[in-house]
Every structure is written in C-alpha cells, then in structure tokens.
C-alpha cells in the first residue's frame, strides 16, 4: 500500500487575517459565495467586508441556516449557482465549514475554510459529515481533495470561549498516540494508503507544542492575550493534528470517542474533551509508561480536560456502562483496529475503567 | 506578516505508483493530457496506459519536445484544447513536469506531477522555470496553488542514476539549515509569509532523514535495492525538502548556489551538488560549530556529494572566482537576506574559501 | 559593523575599599574633588576621609545638592576649576555618580565612581541622565569614556536597604535575555557596535551568578551578613550586567520598562523592579521556554521581585493600559528593534496582559 | 585583598577597522602622534591616512626604530612635545606598541594601539616591557591604566603570517589553566588584587573558543578566508586572553616560558609557542586528567603548536637543561606560586620531561 500524505494546499494564521480573505480568494475565482452564521457575521462580517473591498473578486453573503444537511448544501448550490459563484467560502465552527466544504464540491469549484474557533482539528480535512435536518447523523461525505485554503485569524480565535481551545488541545492530544499506534500496527489512515515520515513527524509536534505550550497558551487566553503560545496552540490544534490526524492514522482514542457519544450523560461536553478521556484510556489499553500518564494526566489536568468519566457527565461508573462504550468502539468500521494488539470489548472495557480510576487517583 | 504553509493537496508514494495512476486521476477529471519524453514513454509508457485502462478518466498522450518554453506550454494548451482535456499530467524530470504545471495553470485545471527521478525538491512547488526554445532562462511563473497530486513511483525512481538521487540529497541537505536561518532572521518565505512551526519541522525531519538514512539508501541503490532506507530517502528529497525550502524559507546556500552559476567550470555539475557546497559555505559563513560541520562534511564525502570547489570543476580557485560568486549571492532579490546577520560580499568570499580549505582538510 | 567592548578601565570591589580610595585616586591626579551628599557623608566620610591621609592626593569635599543638572554640574566645574581639581571622585547613588561622571568630562579629567548601592547597571557605563533643577528629565549625556574605576565597597553596601539590591537583581536579571536577543536580531548595543563574545558572556555569567547566588545573597542581607554570595551579586548587579548591558544590547525589556514610567501607578518603584517585569514580558513575547519562564518566575518571586502588574502598584489592569506601554515601547528610538523578529504595539500589549496572567498564575 | 578587574577602555575589532582610525582618536584629542615601522606604512599607511582625512584630529606619523627602549621613548616623548601632540597611536606588532604605550605613560596623555598581529595577549595590557638599545632585557614599566583604545583591524591580522595568529592561540592556551591555578590557590593577580568572577569566565571562554574554532580558524588563514571562526580567534588571542591572563592571573605555564627562554636552542620560537608547551608542562604538573590532556595535545597538534622540546629547537633533551628551566621557573619573583600546592624545582623539572614524553607519545 502506498503512502499517501493529504494537506489543505494553503494554511495561513495570523492576527486579523480575516481581513485579507478577499486578496486570498482573488486567484481562485471571481465570485465567492460566502457562508456565515448570523452571529458570526456580527463577530467578523465588517472585517471580512472591508477586506474584500480591496480585491477583485465580488463576495454574495448567505447565512448558513444552522444545520450542515443535504438540503442545506443543495439550498447553497442554488444559490451560489443562481449568482454565478466559482469559490464558496465559509466562516465559522464546524457545522459551516462543512457545510461550506460540500457546497464547493457538489460545485465542483475551489473552498476557503475560514474557522472562528480552534476547537478540532477538522477543518483542514477532507471530510464533511452530514445531519438530517433536525440533527440526527447521516453520513460522512468524503471529498477528494482538502481545502484549497484554511484561514485562521488568531485574533478571533483568541477571543473566542476559553473551553473551546482547550477542547481542541483535547483533539489534538490523541493524534500523536494514534498516529504512532497505527505506525506500529501499519494500519491504513483516513488518506487512504499508509502514513508516512512527514505526517507522523507533524503528529510528535503536535504532541510537543501541547506540552511545551498548552498551559501557557489557556493561562494567556484567559487573560485576553494572543501570545505566540496561542499562535503555536492554534497551529497545533487545526494543522499539525489536521494533517497527523489524516494522514498519520485514528486508532483507539477516537474510537472510544465515538463509544462514548453513547453515553447520553456526555452529550454536553465537546468533540475534544471526549477524545482527551479517549486517550487515557488508550494509553491503558496499551499500557503506557508511568512516565508517559503523569505527562499526560498533569497536563490535562492543568488545562482542565477531563480525566474522569464524572467529569464527563458520567455520575455513576459502571462495568455496563463501559461495555457499551467499549462495544461501540471495537466495532469493524471503527478504528480500534489500528491498536498493534488484538483488542476485545472487555479489555477497552476494562481500559475504560482503568482510565477513569487512575484519573481520579491523580486529581486527588 | 502571517505564517503561511503550503504543499501539494497529495503526496503519494510507493513501489509500481505509476500503474495507479489513472485511478489518481479519476476524481480530478475526465480526460487527461499525460505530458511525456520519448524515452519516459519507453521506460513507464506500458505501465501508465495499464493503469488508465481500469480507470474512467481517458488519457490523451503526448510528447513532450524537450523545453519548457513559453511555445511549448502554448502548444500544449492548443493541444489539451482541442483534445477537451480538463486535467493535466506531467510524467519525467524537471522540465517536463515545470511544462506539466505551466500548462495546467493556463488550462485552469488540476495538474499530477510524476517524478521519475528525485534529483530536487522541485516537484512539489508552485512554481515553474520558464526557459526560451533554445535554452536560455526566460522568466519564473509564479503558481497560484501547488500541484493537486505529487505521484513518486519509487521502482521507476530507484532505476534512476544514483548520482541523480545523490544530488537530490545534496538539494535537501540546505533545507533545515536554511529554514532555520530563515527562522532567526523572521524572514520570509517563497510561499509568500513566515514559517510556522509545521515546515520547519518538516526541515529538520528531512535533515535528521538524510543521516540516519542517506548512506544507507546511496549502497542500496548502487546494488538496485529498493530498501525502506531508499524510500525514506525518496520522501526526504521531494515531500520533506520540497515543503521545507518553499513554506520555511531560502537562505545563503541557494544564494550561493545561484551565484556559482556563474562559473562557466561549474556547468556541468547538478543543482543539488552545488546547493551541498552552498550549505558547505553557509555553515562556515555562520560558523557553524566543529560538530555541525563535521557531521555535514562527514556525509557530503560518503555519498559523493562535492566538498571543495575543486569537485565542482573549479580546478583554479582564487579570490576573484569567490567574489563573481558572493557578489551574485547577496543581489538583493535573491535570498541572502534572509541570514540572521549582515551579510557582505567580502564575508560571503570568505565564507566560500573557508568552505573550500575546510573541504580539503577534511578530505585529506 | 565593528565589534566594541566598553569597559570601566578599572573594577575595584571588596569590604572596606572606600578606606583605600586615597591610594587608587594618587595615580590619576594630585587634587580630588570629591562628590558627596550630605547623608553620604555621615555614612562613610570618616572612611574615606581616613583613607586619604595615606594618600598623595589632596581631596576637597563637596556637598551634592541632590539632582544631577546641567546647573549643578556647572557650578561643580566651577569649584573643581577654583580649587585646581584634575579628578573627580563621586560617591552615593546613581544621581550622585552621574554627576560625577558628567562634572568630570567637561573638566576633561579622570573620574572615579564610588556607588554605595547595588541597585542598578548604570555605575560601569559611559552614559549620564540629566534632569531640570525640579527634576524632569533633561537629556542623556553620552560620554566619550566609561569611568577610570569604579569602585564598590562591599561593606557599604551590605549595609544598604536589602530591597534596593534586589531592584539591582531585576536589572541584572534582563542583562542576559536583552543580550541574546540583540545577538540573534544582529543588534547595535549601546557602546555603538556589535556586541562580541566576551559581553555576551558576561551577561551569562550575570544570569548564572543570580540563578545561583541570588536567593542566598537577600538572604544573608536580611541577617546583615556580608558572605561571598553577597560579593558575587555585587559583582554581578555592577559589573557583569553594566558590561553586558552596554556592550551586548538591550532589548525588550527595557523598551517595556520605559513603557511602563507612563503609568503613573508605577511611580514608586524602582528601575529595576520595573525592568524585572519587563523581562518577563520579553520572555512571554519571544515564547520562552515553560522551564526558562518558570526559573525566571521562581527567582522573582523568592527574592521578591514583581511578577504582576499588580504587585508594580496597577490595581485596574486594562489593555488600554498595557497599549499605552506598548505602544512607547515600540518608539522608533527605543531599544525594541533589538528583538530578533518583527514586533508590534499588539504583540507588545498581549506579552505585557500574558505575562501577568502568569505571574497570577505562578503567584497562586 | 580586593578583586579588581582591568580592561582597556574600549576593544573595537572587525575589518578594516584602521581606516576608521582617525574617528577613534577624535574623542581623545586633537593632534595624535602615530607610530609605526616602515614596513608597516607600507602595509597599512595609506588606509590609516584615508581615515585620518575625515577626522579632525590631525596625525603627526612617525617611525618607529625597532627597539623598544628608554632611549627611543624619550626621543618620541620629544617628538611629541614638539609637535604639541595629545594623543600616541601605536601601529604594529609588540615592541611598537610598548613604545606607545610607554610614551603615552611619559606623556600623561591618552593611547590608541592597534596591533596588526595576533600573536600574543600583550595589547590589552597595562605593561610595556623595555630593552636596552641593543636589544637586552631592561625592565618592566608597570601602568596604572590599560589602553584607552584597542583597535584590532581583522582584515590586517588575516594577511600576516599564520604562524603568528596560531603562536597566538598558544598564549591563549595556558589563560584558563593559569587562571584557574591562581583561583584555586586565591593567589594574587597582575591586575594588583584577587581574581573576581569576571576575568575567571573570560578565561574559560578564551579556551572554549579555541577548542570550537583554533583549527576552523587555522584552515581559514591558510587559505587566506577572514571567516567568522577567524574573527573569534583574534577576539580570544587579544582580548578574552588580554584580560583573562591579567585580571585573573598566571602561574606555571608563563613561569616555565620564562625558564625556557634561558636555553640557547628555544630563541627562535614564538612567545606563544613557549607558552603551550608551558601550559602542557603545568598540566602534568597539576596531573590532569586524561581527557583534559588529550583534548589540549590534539588541539596543539591540529594547529601546529610545540607539545616537544624537540618541536621548541631542543635537539637533545636532558635533566640538565630541564632544571635550569625549572629552577628559573621556580624563582620567587615569577608566577610559580599561584599554583595551588607547593611546588619545588625538581617537580617542575619532572613535569617538563613528561610533557615532552606525552608530547612524544600523542605525535607517533
Ligand atoms: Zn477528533
Ligand atoms: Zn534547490
Ligand atoms: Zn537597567
Ligand atoms: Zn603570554
């Protein structure tokens, strides 16, 4: 099998990028439909408006009406048809940019990603998922190419809820021990062939900017305070576990993610802070150095991802309960088989439990 | 000034790539202009037209006349025109894929680079050298986005000239030395902003890759073995080199180079043997400690790469030769400013002339 | 750009030196005009006056009037010429001394420079701040030399107030950081060149001497205890960092420290108590290592230097406020440009907001 | 006793630097008598004038009569008598600038010297050493006051023989040992007090610089390239040696130089050539470790420095000859005992026939 490495073909971050979007869009086409919330438009429309101003390319805004459905995209592919659009642009969280990047596809015309947020490291992939129109889950959409760009505006970002950086800390925490764990098993990764030097590398920077930078960076958002810290965080949370993530392989971090959005107790908490209880518990299944938890537990700890199921919604722990999860994440399509170890539900299980256990042994 | 990463949308490597091609191709469009020498078609025509026979993209063949003229990308549009093809494919070595890429960015449509060589990080860059009919340097067309798909067939790569991969090593060697000058000089890089943490990574990764594998790889290769240490090698010079030079920056050693085009002894040495003594001359410019130096030397002489300028053809070295070269080096429109200190053409001679006895010594 | 190391011609430190001064005087001129404030000389006149008995030299003594002006330095001239003075001895703190040194140029004769503190770099350097008879600053007054000795009884200042050498510690504590910044940004120092190896070394010797001694060194001062901790932070507070400061740059923090003479609540500290949190904000602006910032934020706060901008005396911390210091911080003719990348008035705002959120941090 | 640190005023050193000469010397006075060999006007006369033309201050040159005697300082102290001189510039090797520096003395005036070798640390020094006129040793004229400026132009120093710069390196050599032996036995220093932190790290640094770069710098001067190792070598050959011997002290090594000045057959060599086969003796005299005698053998061996008698013109080697080395060595007035333990004749004598015997032992 070949190994393939997938990456947006421009990233670029910066303070106050948003207002150069227009020159940015400029070489990929003449007019760009562009996607935003309602409340996104109040938080960045005016710095985006003035920016296209100055460039050649003409912008038709569209609110994006909240849920990334098929009718939605094919509501957008109207219209951006309807106004002869060749780029579609979204701004915003996850939902829009999805959204955004479907739209462009079914258009078969360039996408600029332009998150507000830095809460997952989704927006540089090539994937949309797809919900009915009252919110239930109905299907990934995989495109063929990334985005032909992914904006970020730190300066934005900064200013966005604390507990969402740290959920994307949370996201990115479990790259480099998936990426590693799918190396060893030499499993397949989301870009279709195996992993190679480049994404794994990007996997371990992701993993040593958390460290060196994480705590620095939530003690500095927390005052206001855009920090190269912060930039190296937003760095890592959206580029570095974007494209380790993708190219460099899921394994059981992410599965014990998906298991646990069965768990109705922690339907309230984020994407990240769900994947970073994933990733202790992978890091019991696969019985990680003492060193390597108190790295992780501390850090976690400090910018305050959870490390218990309680702090993930879940008030009573039980054996039952975690079959459930561990069942969900050992299923065939899942990507527990990228463990280099065979791997049943009982040991998730008891990883699970494990995990939950050692957390609270650390806390206290 | 933001930070800017750019790379192909994918990279993707292995043995026998090139009989997938067409299935590569597929997503991109329906007809395909597969741009080729004679003697590539003689070395992997069967293998490509195999592998577009399972695919639903039709290919268009074509050859290519030698030149990467301003006449000979327009030839090809007329020819990808009248043919109604919608993506474009450049199969061979440098001046066939910069065709490749010219005439995609004309067309307005996606374009697949196929490397049969790794002899410069070329390949993966948004950029094409556009020469006159016969020969001479026309101009540099700057690309607005970096190729959709960079294909390595490594069996077709490893039955290359070894000296070709040599210099592809020597190419790669500048990257993280150049990258981190870049980095301590803030300054700018060829993909339009500053470096972030992701390139220079990719820099160093492509650095620490040549001496845990270069060696290795140059034995292997002289015996025809297509090792892992082969195929490491193979990513280094073209995703890790190609990504390092163009997202975290160009210093003294291109410079350096460019200025030692100017030698008519010179002439006929690779690009990346004269980048090698380049990275030679920027490590004594910087004075580089006794370690680095050693260690890059060291390396230069097991796999052949030249250390003095005696090996690149200068049989007569004097202060004069330097100085036509480091006057060349620090043009302001070339990348010498990008070294995190003054730099004068007197220092840039000296720096060349240490290089040179340094070489010697070690030789000796 | 030349490399230029700027030295007293002579660094005399030991207890009880101030009893030698007659002698050290003698090879410089035959009639010292000695400098003294009113309290300076109830605390050592006895000492000294003692110690020119012995000496060839014949001393006049004369009262310092309290500020150093073009006035008082006139009418010190004056007295000198009337009594036919060919040196000029001053003793006290930083007015008295720049008095001394501005008195002693314009008579164009020899200078010796007696501080009886350690809390400040500024007895070493060829520089004098003069100030109006009401005191608002004047200009500075560069001078040609730096002083013929400086000598520093060690008994004396021993005896000083203890916080007054700490305030000596938070100078000394941005000698080393403003020197490698200045040495990677390829800077101009103050003495007018480029910085080479020996100050740079000598400012790592400042930082070593403190990281080492300067916990000991306020302790034993509390206890009135002259140990060779105490030399060592003499030594490093006047000589180390007075060389280093003026022959390898400043950068930053003291760029932020003028910024921070704006606020009026910052009034009543002392230089170098301002610069100490200066340098913290430089090492949250260049992303300093957790491990550097948690040396530096362990030193500050055992010794008792600020870490907040509360603890410098700002009650309401406002990031308008931290942009009235940035933004005088970043003055054209301010010492900014010494960091090794660009830097804005914003950058400056969020390191100085960062850099108290971590003091807080680190302070709970 | 107190520490005491000197240092010439001002150590300004990169290329060219002489034809800036004439605005060094206008801070110091307004007619400047220039000394220099007439071999040396050949070599730097006219770059010496060029600078003066833009200065106010005027030159008066002068030649200098090849001996550095009470009778040719006189005769300049007239010369510049005569022409109203107020500043003394010595151009040249050593004897030409103790001339100045003499002179100067004589004149109560200020001094600029500006060495065009590197071949010893006597520039920074306050000392000149006088002859008789026929060439014999007279006495030392110890003054109060280093040289106001230190001027070193590398572009000078690179051009003059190798062999000079590399004699250099061996003065060099013995600084840290010598400065660490005195350290250690808390011996007094030329400086007239005890060793402070300062001169003791400088001293480090001198020989960590030429463990880094001697033999970078060594390869360089052959193949006449001014590098940036080059530039470090003068700066420890001249200043970190120039202050690190006098401020923090000498011992065996410059003790058995002067011994081994009394043999016939050692005429012939360098100062600094004497001296690193000194600091070879005193390092078997102090018995150091393996590693440390090592590390030196190789360096000297590198660079081409003495580790034999043999290499020093001694063609037979007996105890004879050692003890007459030794016992001059051991002689009251020299720097014998700053060693830290008690030293006699025959354990010096012993030492100097074992380093030859390792000397021996490391060439084969
Ligand atoms: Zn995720
Ligand atoms: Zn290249
Ligand atoms: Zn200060
Ligand atoms: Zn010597």
Redesign the interface.
Known sequence: ???????????????D?LA?LGGYVD??GTKALVINTPSGVKRVGAKVEAGFAEAKATPVYEDFNGECSENEVNRLVEVAKANGCDVIVGIGGGKTLDTAKATAYFMGCPVVICPTIASSDAPCSALSVLYTDDGQFDRYLFL???P?IVLMDTTVIAASPVRLTVSGMGDALATYFEAQATHDADGATC?G?KG???AL??AR?CYD?LM??G??AK??L????????V??II??NT??SG?GFESSGLAAAHAIHNGLTLLPECHGMYHGEKVAFGTLAQLVLANASTEQLEEVLGFCIEVGLPVTLGELGVEEVTREKAMIVAKAACAPDDTMGNMPFDVTPEMVADAILGADALGHYYLD
Not at 1 to 15: A, D, L, R, T
Not at 222 to 229: F, H, K, N, Q, R
């Open positions: 099998m070949s190994k393939i490495f997938n990456s947006p073909s421009k990233y670029i971050q910066g303070p990028e150069k070489p990929l063929p190419a990334n032909n870009a062939g190679g030097l480049a590398q990007l920077l900017t060196e930078d705590v620095k003690v500095a927390e005052a206001g305070a855009l920090t190269p810290a930039e190296h760095e890592a580029l570095l494209i």
